[in-house]
T-cell receptor, first 113, second 113 residues
Framework: DAKTTQPPSMDCAEGRAANLPCNHS???????VYWYRQIHSQGPQYIIH???NNETNEMASLIITEDRKSSTLILPHATLRDTAVYYC??????????????FGKGTRLSVIA | EADIYQTPRYLVIGTGKKITLECSQT?????MYWYQQDPGMELHLIHY???????EKGDLSSESTVSRIRTEHFPLTLESARPSHTSQYLC????????????FGPGTRLTVL
């Protein structure tokens, strides 16, 4: 699976959009981009995933560049409860695929009042 | 979302004891996973299962063992606990066979004295 590169930490003002970048320059055609987050001492929480097109759900938006070598997770109106470690993961998505997700170090997002 | 239960949530035990950490889910997901995470550190996959009677070792070597006799249960056992086993253990399940979106339980925080 392609490796990802994320900044170790970021700050964001409460109420502003949080834009978390992720580089995955070696991604291949069948690999999905996943985002999870982990709030202190809890299990990770799935946020969103995508293959080529931009995706949006009730939690966030995922913007994937046209060449798919990078992506950005957007939290449109960050709150204090969004303070967490955010993981960007790339994994092949073949039907019945057998490669588990591999979590890296992630980005520690601090939302500041 | 999956309902995933882990018991106990906290366990303090002496060296040499045998322990079993329980993980159960009510959604009928085939794939289940065990991760180990030290405070402030990365998640490491230690075991996973694709279904009943299937178990695989993860990328982090572990002295623990797992079994998958029933779809709902994926217990993890340490035959002889040591202080080096002190960590948080997180169980997860996966619903979608192609994209492997994972849902995590609340975790078990183990302390071995």
């Amino acid at each position: 699976d392609a490796k990802t590169t994320q900044p170790p930490s970021m700050d964001c003002a409460e109420g502003r959009a949080a834009n978390l970048p992720c580089n995955h320059s070696t991604i291949s055609g069948n690999e999905y981009v996943y985002w999870y987050r982990q709030i202190h001492s809890q299990g990770p929480q799935y946020i969103i995933h995508g293959l080529k097109n931009n995706e949006t759900n009730e939690m966030a938006s995922l913007i994937i560049t046209e060449d798919r070598k990078s992506s950005t997770l957007i939290l449109p109106h960050a709150t204090l409860r969004d303070t967490a470690v955010y993981y960007c993961i790339v994994r092949g998505g073949t039907v019945g695929g057998n490669t588990p997700l591999v979590f890296g170090k992630g980005t520690r997002l601090s939302v500041i009042a | 979302e999956a309902d995933i239960y882990q018991t106990p949530r906290y366990l303090v035990i002496g060296t040499g004891k045998k322990i079993t950490l329980e993980c159960s889910q009510t959604m009928g997901h085939d794939k289940m996973y065990w991760y180990q995470q030290d405070p402030g550190m990365e998640l490491h996959l230690i075991h996973y299962s694709y279904g009943v009677n299937s178990t695989e070792k993860g990328d982090l070597s572990s002295e623990s063992t797992v079994s998958r006799i029933r779809t709902e249960h994926f217990p993890l056992t340490l035959e002889s606990a040591r202080p080096s086993h002190t960590s948080q253990y997180l169980c997860a399940t996966s619903r979608d066979p192609s994209t492997d979106t994972q849902y995590f339980g609340p975790g078990t925080r183990l302390t071995v004295l």
